[in-house]
C-alpha cells in the first residue's frame, strides 16, 4: 500500500542556511523509487518556496501557508485567499499595534519596510522574491494572501492586534519567551493538518496510511493528525512530546533514519 509523508521545510528538510544534507535528497528518492508520495507541508507561503535546490527533489505537491493552499504537480487545487475588506483589516491593525508584518500570498508578498532592520529573513524575501515583493506602505496592488506573519516587541500592543483580529485569526507564537518575538497569523480554524486533511479527502486516501516530519510548533497540528508522527531531533520539546518517533538530528541524517524506521526506504 503506498503511503504519503508530509515534510516540514525550514529545520526538517534544511537548516538555516537552507542546506540539504546528501542523506536527505537520498532518502526522498528512495521513498519516491518505493512508490510513495512526498509532499512538502510548510507554514512558508507558495511564494516563498522557490529554491531550486529543493524543488529538485522531485516532491509529488505542496501545501503551504499552514493548510491554506495545496498543490498537486503543477495544479493549484485549493486557495484560501482572504477577502479584501479582512485584508485591509489586518493591515490596519498591525500598523495601529506597530506590529512589523509580511502578508504572505501565492506568488507575491507584502512587507513592512520598517522595523525589521534586524530581520535578516526579510531581507531573504526581497532577494528572492524580486518584484513580486512589495512593499505594504503605499501600495497601490490588491492584497492576495492567505497568512501573515509578524513581529513582535516591547514596544508592540500585540494584545490589543489578538482582541481585533482573535474573531478571525488563530497565533502562533514562536517562543517561550515572555514576549513572542516571532507570529504566524492563520485564519481561524486551519492548520497544515487542515491542509492535509483537504488532501487526504480530495485523494481520497486513508490518514491511516500517512506521516509527517516537523520540529516546530506550527508543526503541532499536523503531528497529532497524521497516521504516524515524526520529530527531529533538533526539534523543539513541544514536538517530541506529541510524536510517535523522535529521529536524529537534521545533520545526522534524521530524515533517512526515520522513513528507514517505519520501512519506507
Given at each position: 500500500?503506498?503511503?504519503?509523508?508530509?515534510?516540514?521545510?525550514?529545520?526538517?528538510?534544511?537548516?538555516?542556511?537552507?542546506?540539504?544534507?546528501?542523506?536527505?535528497?537520498?532518502?526522498?528518492?528512495?521513498?519516491?523509487?518505493?512508490?510513495?508520495?512526498?509532499?512538502?507541508?510548510?507554514?512558508?507561503?507558495?511564494s516563498s518556496i522557490q529554491a531550486k535546490h529543493l524543488l529538485e527533489l522531485g516532491f509529488d505537491g505542496i501545501i503551504a501557508a499552514c493548510g491554506n493552499y495545496v498543490e498537486i504537480g503543477d495544479e493549484v487545487v485549493y486557495d484560501n485567499v482572504m477577502s479584501p475588506e479582512l485584508a485591509e483589516l489586518v493591515v490596519k491593525t498591525l500598523a495601529e499595534c506597530k506590529l512589523p508584518a509580511v502578508l504572505e500570498g501565492p506568488v507575491d508578498c507584502w512587507i513592512d519596510t520598517e522595523g525589521f532592520e534586524q530581520d535578516p529573513y526579510v531581507d531573504y524575501l526581497f532577494d528572492l522574491l524580486g518584484d513580486k515583493a512589495h512593499p505594504i506602505q503605499g501600495t497601490d496592488l490588491e492584497i492576495i494572501m492567505e497568512k501573515c506573519s509578524f513581529d513582535n516587541f516591547p514596544?508592540?500592543?500585540?494584545?490589543?492586534?489578538?482582541?481585533?483580529?482573535?474573531?478571525?485569526?488563530d497565533f502562533i507564537e514562536h517562543s517561550s519567551e515572555e514576549i513572542f518575538h516571532v507570529v504566524e497569523m492563520v485564519p481561524k480554524g486551519t492548520s497544515k493538518a487542515t491542509g492535509i486533511q483537504?488532501?487526504?479527502?480530495?485523494?481520497?486516501f486513508s490518514v491511516d496510511d500517512t506521516y509527517a516530519v516537523g520540529d516546530s510548533v506550527n508543526d503541532l497540528?499536523?503531528?497529532?493528525?497524521?497516521?504516524?508522527?515524526?520529530?527531529?531531533?533538533?526539534?523543539?520539546?513541544?514536538?517530541?512530546?506529541?510524536?510517535?518517533?523522535?529521529?536524529?538530528?537534521?545533520?545526522?541524517?534524521?530524515?533517512?533514519?526515520?522513513?528507514?524506521?517505519?520501512?519506507?526506504?
Open positions: 500500500m503506498n503511503k504519503i509523508v508530509f515534510f516540514d521545510i525550514d529545520g526538517t528538510l534544511w537548516d538555516e542556511h537552507m542546506k540539504i544534507e546528501e542523506s536527505t535528497k537520498e532518502a526522498i528518492a528512495k521513498l519516491k523509487a518505493n512508490g510513495h508520495k512526498a509532499f512538502l507541508c510548510s507554514g512558508r507561503a507558495r514596544h508592540s500592543d500585540y494584545e490589543r492586534a489578538k482582541d481585533v483580529l482573535g474573531a478571525h485569526f483537504w488532501l487526504c479527502n480530495y485523494l481520497d497540528d499536523m503531528l497529532r493528525f497524521v497516521g504516524h508522527s515524526i520529530a527531529m531531533g533538533n526539534g523543539v520539546d513541544a514536538v517530541k512530546e506529541v510524536c510517535d518517533y523522535v529521529t536524529s538530528d537534521i545533520h545526522e541524517g534524521g530524515i533517512y533514519q526515520a522513513l528507514e524506521h517505519y520501512g519506507l526506504i
